[in-house]
């Protein structure tokens, strides 16, 4: 990772909800022209954009929303199955795996998850993520 990753976990709860938080700490520095070009191709994409999806909300309408102020709680929707993503997905097979390879944990049984591999990629993984 070459960007000083975002600080906060993925598995940190806004309001019992998880990524939320994350996401919108990213779109904070997106907005503000600080995000990290390693995050840049993956703005309202990935588990970001699959937060969105189910809240039914453009990344556009986040971005023009963050102007406005407000603590996560006041900006907050998400749903709570985004931190088992990747244990026996049969959306996409596999592709957990292809995944902790891609980031140099091929191996890592105990990495189950998405953000699992996030929190390792990112040095957290086993600590506790508030």
């Not at 189910?54 to 990344?59: A, F, G, I, N, T």
């Not at 592709?95 to 091929?106: P, S, T």
Request: with cysteine.
């Amino acid at each position: 990772m070459t960007t000083p990753p975002p600080s906060v976990s993925p598995y940190v709860k806004t309001k019992n909800l998880v990524w939320f938080a994350r996401m919108l700490q990213k779109a904070r520095l997106h907005a503000a022209g600080q995000l990290g070009a390693d995050y840049l191709p993956w703005v309202g994409k990935g588990f970001d954009g699959r937060c969105l999806r189910l809240l039914k909300v453009e990344y556009a309408a986040l971005l023009a929303r963050i102007p406005q102020g407000g603590t996560d709680e006041e900006i907050f929707i998400f749903n709570e199955y985004m931190v088992k993503r990747g244990i026996r997905d049969t959306d996409n097979p596999g592709q957990i795996e292809d995944y902790k390879a891609k980031y140099g944990f091929a191996g890592r049984a105990e990495l189950q998850t998405y953000f699992d591999v996030i929190e390792a990629d990112e040095g957290r993984f086993g600590k506790n993520p508030g």
